[in-house]
Nanobody, 127 residues
């Protein structure tokens, strides 16, 4: 079955960096776009970034554009989220997820287009 395991979260000061990883299994990884989402307490889950199945196309939320970079290593079935210049408002649980459809030509940002979320990893940015 599909398994997604996120890691790399932690506590960091504002302006710092973290690199999240998501190890995937149970599906043909290199045919699915992978997304990153986050959810802060009392807030809805929101799109952060995504790396398309062919790895050359990425999409970012406006709030993280220029600070976060999504990438993937299809040989390792792993997707990454490099987070730089972190802000307190980036504090949330971060999840990776799998696009519902393989080989989609357009990178989706709608959470409804994704499923199989991982257990999440906590990111806390102190001011």
């Amino acid at each position: 079955q599909v398994q997604l395991v996120e890691s790399g979260g932690g506590l960091v000061q504002a302006g710092g960096s973290l690199r999240l990883s998501c190890a995937a299994s149970g599906f043909v990884f290199n045919t699915y776009t992978m997304g990153w989402f986050r959810q802060a307490p009392g807030e809805e889950r929101e799109f952060v970034a995504a790396a398309s199945w062919y790895a050359y196309n990425t999409l970012y939320a406006d709030s993280v554009k220029g600070r976060f970079t999504a990438s993937r290593d299809n040989a390792k079935n792993t997707v990454y989220l490099q987070m730089n210049s972190l802000k307190p408002e980036d504090t949330a649980i971060y999840y990776c997820a799998v696009d519902r459809s393989p080989l989609r030509p357009v990178v989706p940002s709608d959470p409804l287009r994704y499923n199989y979320y991982g257990q999440g990893t906590q990111v806390t940015v102190s001011s």
